[in-house]
Every structure is written in C-alpha cells, then in structure tokens.
C-alpha cells in the first residue's frame, strides 16, 4: 500500500516538472531558430527563382493529372496565374525584410510579457484539445 501512495506521488510529480519545462523548450527552440536565421542569412534570389519554378511546375503537374475538376481545377488554375504574376522580390527587399524577421524575434525574446502570452496561447490550445477529445 505504501509503495502504490509512493509511487502515485512520484508519477504527478513528474507530470508538474513536466509542465513547467514546456515553456522553458518553446523558449530554447525560438532561441534556435533565431540563431539558425542569423547564422544562414537572408535567402538568395535565385533560391528564390528555384523555388517558384518547382511551384509552377507543381501545380502543372497537378492540373493536368486529371484529377481535379470544376473549382478545384479553377483554384489550381488560378493559384498557378498568381504564381505566374507576382513579381520576385529584388536582393534588398530580401535583405530587408530578414533583418525586420530577426529584429521582431529577438524582440520577442527579450520581452517577458510577450513570453508570458505565448504561454498563454500555448494552455488555451491545450485546453481546446482537451475539450474536443
């Protein structure tokens, strides 16, 4: 009977240490991904150019399988002509924009009240899960 109390005991233990290192992991991953963002740099334009042909090329491939009729052929079709009209992005723009991205999560970091929020949105998905099951 002890053994059961005690071994009760230690098994909801681990469940709160549990819960307090989630935040402390969400954190330390930000943390990676700002450090893998500032040590790659700002994408190149003909990464960019690669990637929007294999786009195109996907949805080519896509539309004429056969498989897709009526607004979903519509929506292929016109997700290829948006593709297909959007301009690429100069080197600067790029450049720019990476810099505003690493600015806005370093800023997130460093801000405890932004923290505190993501911890927040993080329990009440949590508890819609719960919810639902």
């Given at each position: 009977m002890k053994y059961l109390l005690l071994f009760t005991i230690l098994i909801s233990f681990n469940g709160?240490?549990?819960?307090?290192h989630g935040s402390d992991q969400a954190i330390w991953a930000a943390k990676l991904k700002l450090d893998l963002a500032k040590l790659k740099g700002p994408p190149m334009l003909?990464?960019?150019?690669?990637?929007?042909t294999n786009r195109i090329?996907?949805?080519?491939?896509?539309?004429?399988?056969?498989k897709y009729e009526g607004k979903k052929l519509d929506r292929l079709m016109s997700m290829r002509?948006?593709?297909?009209n959007t301009e690429l992005p100069?080197?600067?723009q790029i450049n720019l924009r990476h810099e505003k991205r690493i600015k806005m999560m370093d800023r997130k970091?460093?801000?405890?009240?932004m923290r505190d929020r993501k911890r927040m949105q993080n329990r009440k998905q949590k508890n819609r899960g719960n919810r639902k099951n």
């Amino acid at each position: 009977m002890k053994y059961l109390l005690l071994f009760t005991i230690l098994i909801s233990f681990n469940g709160v240490i549990a819960d307090k290192h989630g935040s402390d992991q969400a954190i330390w991953a930000a943390k990676l991904k700002l450090d893998l963002a500032k040590l790659k740099g700002p994408p190149m334009l003909v990464d960019l150019e690669a990637k929007r042909t294999n786009r195109i090329a996907d949805l080519d491939l896509l539309i004429n399988s056969g498989k897709y009729e009526g607004k979903k052929l519509d929506r292929l079709m016109s997700m290829r002509e948006k593709v297909l009209n959007t301009e690429l992005p100069s080197q600067e723009q790029i450049n720019l924009r990476h810099e505003k991205r690493i600015k806005m999560m370093d800023r997130k970091l460093k801000d405890p009240m932004m923290r505190d929020r993501k911890r927040m949105q993080n329990r009440k998905q949590k508890n819609r899960g719960n919810r639902k099951n």
